[in-house]
């Protein structure tokens, strides 16, 4: 028998070709445009995907503050931090939270779908969100990524 010298290509950190790609996410629900900007950054939307090394797209998002949710997820969806002191657990709706931090709706969705290691916290370092449709990244040249509802 003949051996064959196939091998399996594994992407590592110095060989991934990384770009930047812009996101509208105006009219869009979360969750969907969730799932589909954590890929981006894990690098699944190419054929070099590699689960352990982090070769990935650096991703802007524009206009956060125009998503939706389904339903009633307004007035029931709620987050949730600590201060570090007892008693100190802090609430705060989907609603104030548009109106205070729109950006951090996303962030927070793409943070769930990432995986919980430390390849994640590299990952989410790449993320940029901003509420509205300026953003101070023109000199790095953003390709436009569609993603449809």
């Known amino acids: 028998m003949e051996k064959l010298n196939q091998k399996s290509f594994l992407a590592s950190k110095d060989t991934a070709k990384r770009q930047w790609v812009i996101i509208d996410v105006e009219n869009q629900v979360v969750g969907r445009a969730a799932s589909k900007i954590a890929d981006i950054l894990r690098g699944k ?3 070099t995907y590699t689960p352990h090394a982090d070769n990935g797209d ?3 998002v524009i206009n956060a503050s125009k998503v939706h ?3 009633k997820k307004w007035d029931d969806k709620f987050y949730y931090h600590h201060t570090g002191f007892p008693g100190g657990i802090k ?3 989907a609603k104030k939270q548009l109106e205070k931090h729109p950006e951090k709706i996303l962030q927070d969705a793409v943070w769930g779908m990432l995986p919980k290691n430390t390849l994640s916290r590299q990952l989410v370092k790449k993320l940029r969100v901003y509420p509205g ?3 101070p990244h ?3 040249n953003p390709t436009v990524f569609n993603i449809e509802s």
């Open 45 to 47: 939307h190419r054929p």
């Open 58 to 60: 650096f991703v802007i």
């Open 69 to 71: 949710f389904t339903g």
């Open 91 to 93: 609430e705060i709706s």
């Open 133 to 135: 449709s300026e953003h």
């Open 138 to 140: 023109t000199a790095q």
